[in-house]
């Protein structure tokens, strides 16, 4: 099975502020990689897939790069709203598609 | 729309068997594969297995082969995970989702049900 890491495990941070969290696959996954938000009691929602392309009606302000074993997500101006959970998934040959453990982003 | 609409919260025993449920609506039921996520009380997402209910193709997790069983009844659109003899350690939310690419399990999930809360204890 892949595994996944993200670093932070959490962050604390002010509106406005630039917030970038790291996923990193224990082989390379070729782009196959999600981004979600999870906010307390609800379910996950779809950020970012194929480690770039933003999901409709997500805002600009997200943004994934990366390649190979290596993939960031990017908050370039973070507003109240986005104090949430972040998880990154890959899709990347058999399953299990499997989750990093999380990042979460509260306020500073 | 598009939605999957889980089963309601349940409180179980150890031992005891359960299965709950996850249907589809708005879409072809029979053209998308269906995942199904666990989410123990405070932690991170698990991916289960996923389900392709056309022809009930099945993958598991293999940290879930063997200790829950996914399946899938099209004429009803609805996707099930069931457990035989449930244990405390089941506790959990459980969500199923839907990737958006007809056919084929290689993607995000970018539907979601609202998740069942499965609460096992003596």
């Known amino acids: 099975d892949i595994q996944m890491t993200q670093s932070p495990s959490s962050l604390s941070a002010s509106v406005g502020d630039r917030v970038t969290i790291t996923c990193r696959a224990s082989?390379?996954?070729?782009?196959?990689l999600a981004w979600y938000q999870q906010k307390p009691g609800k379910a996950p929602k779809l950020l970012l897939y194929?480690?770039?392309r933003l999901e409709s009606g997500v805002p600009s302000r997200f943004s994934g790069s990366g390649s190979g074993t290596d993939y960031t997500l990017t908050i370039s101006s973070l507003q109240p709203e986005d104090f949430a959970t972040y998880y990154c998934?890959?899709?990347?040959?058999?399953?299990?598609?499997?989750f990093g453990p999380g990042t979460k982003v509260d306020i500073k | 729309e598009v939605q999957l609409v889980q089963s309601g919260a349940e409180v179980k025993k150890p031992g005891e068997s359960l299965k709950i449920s996850c249907k589809g609506s708005?879409?072809?039921?029979?053209?998308?594969?269906i995942g199904w996520v666990r989410q123990m009380p405070g932690k991170g997402l698990e991916w289960m297995g996923i389900?392709?209910?056309?022809?009930?193709?099945?993958r598991y997790s293999p940290s879930f082969q063997g200790q829950v069983t996914i399946s899938a009844d099209k004429s009803i659109s609805t996707a099930y995970l069931q457990w035989s003899s449930l244990k405390a350690s089941d506790t959990a939310m459980y969500y199923c989702?839907?990737?958006?690419?007809?056919?084929?399990?290689?993607?995000?999930?970018?539907?979601w049900g609202q998740g069942t809360m499965v609460t096992v204890s003596s």
């Open positions: 989702a839907r990737p958006p690419t007809v056919t084929t399990p290689w993607d995000a999930f970018d539907i």
């Open positions: 194929a480690a770039s």
């Open positions: 708005g879409y072809s039921f029979t053209s998308y594969w």
């Open positions: 082989q390379g996954i070729s782009n196959s």
């Open positions: 998934q890959q899709y990347y040959s058999t399953p299990p598609f499997t």
């Open positions: 389900i392709y209910p056309g022809d009930s193709d099945t």
